[in-house]
Nanobody, 115 residues
Framework: QVQLVESGGGLVQPGGSLRLSCTAS????????TAWYRQSPGKERELVAQ???????NYADSVRGRFTISRDSAKNTWYLQMNSLQPEDTAYYYC?????????WGKGTLVTVSS
């Protein structure tokens, strides 16, 4: 079992930045892929960014160039640096990992972009 805890969400003005963190505990080894998803009211959950164990990254078109996913393996923590935030980025952001053929999810952190 892997437990994931997200943090770093909050209220930010358009054009601002936030850094989300996702810390894994429990059997947090041999994690193949870590990803950030988001979901806003009335919409389906969508992939924002992902990073593999080898460090390969992938981004949704809507965030490419503004968001950066990274990791600190020593801390079992992954980050999502979000710059130039816009109101349409408002959503709950969830961290998920793939380990042992299983998907584990955190409970999410809310990001609100508003003036």
């Amino acid at each position: 079992q892997v437990q994931l805890v997200e943090s770093g969400g909050g209220l930010v003005q358009p054009g601002g930045s936030l850094r989300l963190s996702c810390t894994a505990s429990g059997s947090a080894f041999d994690i193949k892929v870590t990803a950030w998803y988001r979901q806003s009211p009335g919409k389906e959950r969508e992939l924002v960014a992902q990073i593999t164990a080898r460090g390969n990254t992938n981004y949704a078109d809507s965030v490419r160039g503004r968001f950066t996913i990274s990791r600190d393996s020593a801390k079992n923590t992954w980050y999502l640096q979000m710059n130039s935030l816009q109101p349409e980025d408002t959503a709950y952001y969830y961290c998920t990992v793939v380990q042992g053929g299983m998907n584990y999810w955190g409970k999410g952190t809310l990001v609100t972009v508003s003036s």
